[in-house]
Structure formats: C-alpha cells, structure tokens
C-alpha cells in the first residue's frame, strides 16, 4: 500500500476514490439541504421547508423584512428585527413563498467585511510561509515523482 | 473557516513531540489539506459547496492523505500518511468549535451520516482574532521544543 510499486495506479484510485466520496456527498447534500434559489423557482415544492444560508450579505431592508441577493434575483426575508443594510447575516429560514422565507434563527456577523479578507490572507500566508520554512526538511525530485526526504 | 494559522498552531502544538522534523512537517501541512482540497474544488473546479464538504469528513481526510502521501519517499511514507491523516483530523476537531445556528460548522461523518456537526464556541468569523493567543501557544510550544532538545543532548 506505501510502496512504490503500481505508484500512479494507486494515485488514481485514490483520486477516483475521493471524487466518488464528493459526488456520494454531494447527492446526500443536495437532497438534505436544497440551494435557496429553487424557492424562487418551484416556491410549492419548498413551502415549509428550513434552508441554512452563511455569510450573507444584506442588501436592503425595511421594517418587517430584509433581502439578500441570489443568482435568481433578491429573496426577502421576513422578521421583526431586521439587519441593517450592508452587514452579513447567517439564517435559518423557512420558506413561506415565491421568493419569501420567514426567518427562525438569525446571527448577524460583526464586521465581517474585513475579518473574512484578513483570514484569507493570513491563511495564504502561512501556507507559503511555513512551506518555505520547512522546505529543506526535503528535496523536490519531480523527475522521480517523489518528494524526497533530505535526512 | 478558522485561519490556517490556527491550524497550523493546533497540529504544531502537538507536533513538539515528533522527534523527526519530516514528520511534524507533514502533520502540519496535514492540517492544511483539508481547506486546499476545499477551496481548490470550490474556487478553481467551480464546484458546489456540498461537492466539497467531504474534504473535511473522516474518510475525505484519509483519502486526501494517502493521496498526498504517495509523493513523499517510500521510507517515510508509511508514517507520514498517518501524520497527514492526524492533522487533517485536528483541522476537522478545530472547525468544529465554530458557531453555524446548530446547522454544523463541517459533516465528520459523510459519506455515512449527513448530519452536520459543532460544538458552536465561536462565530467563525471571529477565529481571526484569536491570533495573539495563537501565536503565545507557538512561542511556548517552540521553547518546549527546544528545552526537550536540550536535555535530550
């Protein structure tokens, strides 16, 4: 199994291996939690049903209702505490009609505008930084296909 | 997702306890795996999120390590597959401390059970701040290190 013996035959089967667990997952996924655009499309099928929506951004608001966007056009949501226009929310919300959902829980992200860039940042950086780092702990040999060890 | 600073800290923290450095080499960029995978799927394949949530499961964790590991050398392979698959494990124990309104910050267990899972300790959003504290953890794991290193001489 760690040989190098049928090295890229082993290499595919894991590649194929992995991307049927995505696609298996990805089934299960999608029948369990339905992207939010289909209660713009088909909002019968989805009446009642309880969508999970991360790291959205509000786009405007009144006093009963606030909408996001999506790729099929805005979608309001309905509730007595509204999110100012501009912050990022995460929901769970039922829908209740064409392009209307209620809200059941809701969690309004503080300034999420600059924490999520920064993250993205420091993460790009560390990767690049600790590979440098620990770079002549081996040796590249892609003429051998391998990652050699330096001791 | 918490930043890969964090992650690296939570598999180095740890990693002051392999001796060979190739192998607490490997247990951190284990812990980087998942999100590369993830973000690699989502951002250059163009795939949905769900397509992607099996990179932070158990089993997506053990297939990206084997994957990984087959590039480094045949000696070291054995162990730094399971170095691989232990940081992955600690990124998925890291994301779960994250808060999602109880729909679950990853799905540990796909492809067997789609429930999602967290423990819910903070908004995810806000793991960047913990930086200062995550930077403390590595001075002190680093000078353990090295007092370790030190009376082993």
């Known amino acids: 199994?760690?040989?190098?013996?049928?090295?890229?035959?082993?290499?595919?089967?894991?590649?194929?291996?992995?991307?049927?667990?995505?696609?298996?997952?990805?089934?299960?996924?999608?029948?369990?939690?339905?992207?939010?655009?289909?209660?713009?499309?088909?909002?019968?099928s989805f009446r009642g049903h309880v969508f999970h929506l991360a790291g959205q951004r509000v786009v405007a608001a009144d006093a009963r209702s606030f909408q996001i966007g999506?790729?099929?056009?805005?979608?309001?949501?309905?509730?007595?505490?509204?999110p100012p226009v501009e912050s990022y929310?995460?929901?769970?919300?039922?829908?209740?009609?064409?392009?209307?959902?209620e809200v059941v829980d809701l969690f309004v992200h503080s300034g999420y505008a600059w924490k999520r860039p920064l993250n993205y940042g420091i993460s790009i950086l560390t990767v690049i930084g600790y590979l440098w780092l620990v770079r002549r702990?081996?040796?590249?040999?892609?003429?051998?296909?391998?990652?050699?060890g330096r001791y | 997702m918490p930043d890969l600073f964090t992650h690296l800290v939570a598999a180095r923290a740890p990693g002051v306890f392999i001796r060979d450095?190739?192998?607490?080499?490997?247990?951190?960029?284990?812990?980087?795996?998942?999100?590369?995978?993830?973000?690699?799927?989502y951002w250059v394949m163009q795939t949905r999120e769900t397509f992607g949530a099996a990179t932070h499961s158990f089993?997506?964790?053990?297939?990206?390590?084997?994957?990984?590991c087959l590039f480094v050398e045949e000696s070291i392979r054995k162990p730094g597959f399971i170095a691989l698959a232990a940081?992955?494990?600690?990124?998925i124990l890291v994301d779960l401390i994250k808060f999602n309104l109880g729909a679950g910050s990853c799905r540990p267990l796909l492809p067997f059970s789609p429930v999602g899972v967290e423990v819910g300790w903070i908004d995810p959003e806000n793991v960047v701040l913990l930086i200062p504290i995550d930077a403390a953890i590595l001075a002190a794991a680093l000078l353990l290190e090295r007092r370790f290193a030190r009376v082993q001489q």
């Open chain 2, 21 to 41: 450095k190739r192998i607490q080499a490997l247990l951190v960029i284990g812990t980087f795996m998942p999100d590369i995978a993830y973000k690699g799927l």
């Open chain 1, 1 to 44: 199994m760690f040989s190098d013996r049928l090295w890229i035959l082993k290499a595919a089967t894991a590649l194929g291996l992995l991307a049927l667990l995505c696609g298996q997952s990805h089934l299960q996924l999608a029948e369990r939690s339905p992207q939010v655009e289909l209660v713009a499309l088909s909002p019968d």
């Open chain 2, 59 to 68: 089993l997506g964790v053990l297939l990206i390590s084997y994957l990984c």
């Open chain 2, 87 to 91: 940081g992955g494990w600690i990124h």
């Open chain 1, 70 to 82: 999506t790729s099929v056009g805005p979608l309001r949501l309905l509730t007595p505490t509204p």
């Open chain 1, 137 to 148: 702990r081996f040796r590249w040999q892609p003429q051998n296909g391998v990652i050699r």
């Open chain 1, 89 to 101: 929310v995460t929901i769970n919300a039922r829908a209740v009609g064409i392009r209307t959902l």
